[in-house]
Structure formats: C-alpha cells, structure tokens
C-alpha cells in the first residue's frame, strides 16, 4: 500500500512554468512504476509522463503534447514524483493526478488509467492566456 499526496499546482499565465510534487508514504525507488495524469471535467483522464521505479531518465515516457515542455523526476530519496512543466500553455490546464503501480517496469507508451492502483487525490493547474 502506498498513499500519495500531490501539491504544486496553482494559476500561471501562458509560457510560464510550474513544478508539482507527489510526496509517496513510503520509499517507491526499485519497487513502483509512477507516473502522472490530467483531467478536465467531461474528459478521460489522460496519461501525461511516466517513470519506471528505478527512476532513470531514460525510462521516462512522454505523451506527444507534453514532450519537449514536461520531464518527469524522482528524487534520491525515492519517496518524491515530480513534474516540472515549461512553456505552459492554455490546454495544459487540468487537475494532475499522481499514480503508481508496485511494479518495477512501466509499459513502454503514454500511461494508461488502467494500470495503476494508487492514486493521488489531485492537484489544479491553470493556465491563462
């Protein structure tokens, strides 16, 4: 069982940058696949960025709309997610969710609802124009 709590997200206007955090309650380095998602109301929730539990770059993978403005982290510690967020834009706005899953490998394509069993509660991100 791993609870997780995000923060970070707030109001920022177009080109600006955020940073959200996923604190997890435990250690998730070498033993949880995470990732992050976002919603707006009426919509699917949709995949965003994941990392494998080790948490090397190499493994991170990036929907096409985020790709070359998002990267997705892990800190030493292994108990932190992030996502920094650049050049924000107006269609990035959203509740982002952190998500994990107690496997060691995350599936090798944009993040899907379906294979994580461990939710965040949500944090908002809004971005004007």
């Known amino acids: 069982q791993v609870w997780l709590v995000e923060s970070g997200g707030g109001s920022v206007q177009a080109g600006g940058s955020l940073r959200l955090s996923c604190a997890a309650s435990?250690?998730?380095?070498?033993?949880?696949?995470m990732a992050w998602f976002r919603q707006v109301p009426g919509k699917a929730r949709e995949g965003v960025a994941s990392?494998?539990?080790?948490?090397?770059?190499?493994?991170?993978i990036y929907a096409d709309s985020v790709k070359g403005r998002f990267a997705i982290s892990k800190d030493n510690a292994g108990s932190t997610l992030f996502l920094q967020m650049n050049r924000l834009k107006p269609e990035d706005t959203a509740v982002y969710f952190c998500a994990a899953r107690d496997t060691w490998s995350c599936p090798l394509d944009v993040p899907t609802e379906a294979f994580y069993n461990y939710w965040g509660q949500g944090t908002q991100v809004t971005v004007s124009s």
């Open positions: 990392l494998d539990a080790i948490g090397s770059a190499g493994s991170a």
């Open positions: 435990r250690n998730t380095r070498g033993s949880h696949c």
